[in-house]
């Protein structure tokens, strides 16, 4: 049964009231995986044709319409958060997607920087633990409600255990006293809060932190189901026991929200290698604008504006300095790998309106070009550009830099 986690007063998103959740999730899918064998991190694995995270959220929200933070690598935030709004459907307000750290621990640290003020208890669950029941999500609550700092699943150890020497057997271990700890680990949003402002050390969970802290964290029943994928053979054994996810059916508000409008503006100043790029065209003998790309700033905007309708995130989620792939690449590349993220999130563009504000180069002759371009990039799409010299006003007026301004419009697909 999903957990009710949620209070007043309501949050109206736009697309309809969604009650302020109670509790937030926070989803450790930072690691890199070194044991696994692959080159992809972990979380990015597939079980089926879908990823490891995309089976961990699965979980996590069909326990809760808790808020949702998803840990991610630095440079693979945009994925997790193409992941994160697929799995949440029409609870897509309730996710975000943070950078994580060096550590298990800094990254849980970064994931409690973005829970909200209205959250009272905070579950930190690891991606690896993909195939965990909702069930044990109840239970790691209901022992917080009932008066529990925190509260963790574990399960009862069943091999015989035996402390060792190098190859020498020392002595047995009394396996009564031992439990297997597993995750979502719960606590009270003070008292996790409080362990980590106070941790001057790294430990292995949440769950040491806080009793190191003085805080008594309570023992939940387990499931089998919520083993760590960790090896090979881990990665075999859920995979034989993975259930198909369900085809994506949300319709993600879209009734309540037609059309949806989103806003872009990007910035570059000249000073790049090579010759000038702007708005999906080349520009022989124009002085170069400096980027990590090429500068696009019209095409920039327009990726902006798109991202923002459809709320995943802007730029730098996607295309940022971490991913070398789109070093120097041009604004095709940008404008596709956009209107595929609209797609898999249920959206289609209605138009983009870009004004310009540039010195140079002269846009007039070439205005219909650019425009043939950019629609071109964006399958078909209507774009509509304008551009302005600002009357010699400014950083544009006089020759520094170009600036965009977009205006997108999106519907359902």
Known sequence: ?????????????????????????IVVA?????????STPKA????????????ALRGVFAATA??????????????????????????????SVVPGGATRQESVRAGLHAVWGD?????????????????????????????????????????????????????AVDRAELAAAQTPQGFRRDVLDAAYGAATEDFTDDAALVAQAGHSVAAVAGDALGFKITTPADLDRARGLVTPLPAVTSTIGHAAVVPRVGLGTDVHAFGGA??????????????ALSG?????????????????AAGLGDIGTHFGTSRPEYAAAHADAFLARTLALLGEAGWRIGNVSVQVQANRPRFAARRAEAEAALSAALGGASVSLSATTTDGL????????????????LVPA
């Open 292 to 308: 990590h790309s090429d500068g696009d700033a019209v095409a920039h905007a327009i990726v902006d504006a798109l991202l923002s």
């Open 119 to 171: 959250v009272d208890i905070v579950l930190v669950h690891d991606a690896a633990r993909a195939l965990t029941p909702p069930e044990v999500f109840a239970r790691v609550v209901a022992a917080i409600d009932a008066g529990a700092d925190g509260a963790i699943p574990v399960l009862p150890v069943i091999d015989t255990l035996k402390r060792v020497d190098g190859s020498e057997i020392v002595a």
């Open 394 to 409: 400014g950083f544009t007026g006089t020759g520094e830099g170009v600036a965009a301004f977009a205006v997108a419009l």
């Open 274 to 287: 090579g010759d000038l790029w702007l708005a999906g065209l080349e520009w022989p003998g124009e002085p």
């Open 66 to 95: 808790a808020q949702v933070i998803v840990v991610a690598p630095e440079d693979r935030v945009g994925d997790a958060l193409t992941e994160a709004i697929e799995a949440a459907g029409d609870k897509r307000d309730l996710v």
């Open 44 to 55: 990015f694995v597939g079980l089926d044709e879908h990823s490891i995270l995309r089976h």
């Open 1 to 25: 049964m999903p957990l009710d986690t949620t209070q007043d007063p309501p949050l109206d998103s736009g697309r309809g009231v969604i009650p302020v959740p109670r509790i937030a999730v």
């Open 30 to 38: 930072a690691g890199s995986g070194t044991r696994l064998g692959r």
